[in-house]
């Protein structure tokens, strides 16, 4: 027998209804996230990726967290490179909120694959690897929420511009970090968390016949490798009145002075310039993987039938 004809699941308004209910319980039980969709720059048809992508807007909407018991996922596996992060989580958003706040402003149909959520209660970002579009599965004929399954987001160069300082702060803190060497005199030393800066002057037609350029950076970690010395990384690096990135240098001034210590010291060497020393390691200068290339040597020799050894 076919279903009563008398009664339909279709009904507009309880439709509404119902979608209204879902959108005032997001409201209630979920959290503020950032919705980043990322812009293809030069896509890989065959791989399907684009590594030179970038993330231009952040809309801010609510999203329940069904993870009730902290993030999936693997969680943290210690690998032969360090700790790697693999955690998980699934975010419920308004299908509706979505579309007007979000879909209607970037052209879109639905949440992308390679977007990103930016989660502020945890300060991580997590990018989505899966949409599901029908669940519940037509309960009133109709699908009211989308829900998306994300894993940690790992930054791998791509630019970062959304205008909201919270974000971009974030990604300019930990994504790249420049290591540099230093001496000081009198255990002068600089502290973690303030701006360094490094002062240049260059010719322009100006009234004076010259600008004056400031590069800074934030002081991440500090290493005292002894009273006089010592080897600090740098994040948020950056050129006075933008947000242009730009490389210490050691040529011309060399000296970095500390904002809150008002310590100065000399650069000595950074990792990763290439000035043709035998000391500095030219291939990538955000790789921060000077102490292996160092330390390999000593141990791994291409010039030999078998570089890693002999197994007795």
Request: net charge negative.
């Amino acid at each position: 027998m076919p279903r009563n004809v008398y009664f339909s699941q279709a009904v507009r308004s309880e439709q509404n209804l119902y979608e209204d209910l879902v959108i005032e319980s997001l409201k209630i039980f979920g959290q503020d996230v950032y919705y980043i969709p990322r812009t293809l720059v030069n896509r890989d048809d065959i791989l399907g990726e684009d590594p030179a992508g970038s993330f231009d807007d952040a809309y801010l909407m609510e999203a329940y967290i069904e993870n009730v018991d902290g993030f999936e996922g693997a969680g943290d596996l210690y690998q032969k490179f360090g700790i790697e992060v693999r955690d998980e989580a699934s975010f419920v958003i308004s299908r509706r909120v979505w579309n007007s706040n979000i879909g209607s402003f970037e052209s879109l149909d639905k949440p992308r694959e390679g977007d990103l959520l930016f989660l502020p209660m945890t300060n991580s970002f997590f990018e989505i690897t899966f949409v599901e579009d029908d669940k519940p599965f037509y309960q009133l004929s109709n699908l009211p929420v989308y829900k998306l399954t994300c894993s940690l987001f790992e930054y791998n160069d791509e630019l970062f511009d959304t205008g909201v300082g919270e974000i971009d702060r974030k990604l300019g803190d930990e994504a790249y970090q420049l290591v540099i060497d230093y001496s000081t005199t009198n255990n002068n030393h600089f502290a973690e968390g303030e701006v360094v800066t490094q002062t240049l002057q260059t010719a322009a037609e100006a009234p004076d016949g010259s600008t004056v350029i400031t590069i800074s950076g934030t002081v991440q970690t500090i290493e005292k490798t002894s009273d006089t010395a010592g080897k600090l990384s740098l994040s948020n690096i950056g050129v006075t009145g933008t947000d242009e990135y730009k490389d210490f240098i050691i040529s011309g001034v060399k000296t970095l002075v500390g904002s809150e210590t008002n310590n100065t010291a000399p650069i000595t060497k950074i990792y990763g310039l290439d000035d043709g020393a035998d000391n500095f390691m030219p291939e990538d200068s955000s790789a921060q993987n000077v102490a292996f290339e160092i330390d390999a040597d000593n141990f791994i020799d291409f010039t030999e039938s078998n570089p890693f050894g002999d197994p007795f």
